[in-house]
Nanobody
Framework: VQLQASGGGLVQAGGSLRLSCAASGNIFSVNVMGWYRQTPGKERELVATIRSGGATNYADSVRGRFAISRDNAANTAWLQMNNLKPEDTAVYYC????????????????WGQGTLVTVSS
């Protein structure tokens, strides 16, 4: 199972970006998809997650500004980031867990490559 993340870039404070994350490969089902971020010298932190049933969870620092959504049929999730702040600057990583289908149904938990988001003041 692989994750392909895209959508990072440079934006001014107050602007918006939309990240996408697509899971592909030997997938039986995807449970939770989420976004995490990391800056140099700091641990990776939760940004937002979404379950297959639609339940979402957000870090306090982004609640009300970011929105996570997904298309279960396409195994794809998006993170809409609005009113971006310089402190949102980080490498954003996509994560997904679920079950693989071959040769037998087993769990997976994978990370995508990071995508850099830079917010200028």
């Amino acid at each position: 199972v692989q994750l392909q993340a895209s959508g990072g870039g440079l934006v001014q404070a107050g602007g918006s970006l939309r990240l996408s994350c697509a899971a592909s490969g030997n997938i039986f089902s995807v449970n939770v998809m989420g976004w995490y971020r990391q800056t140099p010298g700091k641990e990776r932190e939760l940004v937002a997650t979404i379950r297959s049933g639609g339940a979402t969870n957000y870090a306090d620092s982004v609640r009300g500004r970011f929105a996570i959504s997904r298309d279960n049929a396409a195994n794809t999730a998006w993170l809409q980031m609005n009113n971006l702040k310089p402190e949102d600057t980080a490498v954003y990583y996509c994560n997904a867990d679920g079950f693989k289908k071959l040769p037998i149904i087993t769990e997976f938990d994978v990370w995508g490559q990071g995508t850099l988001v830079t917010v200028s003041s």
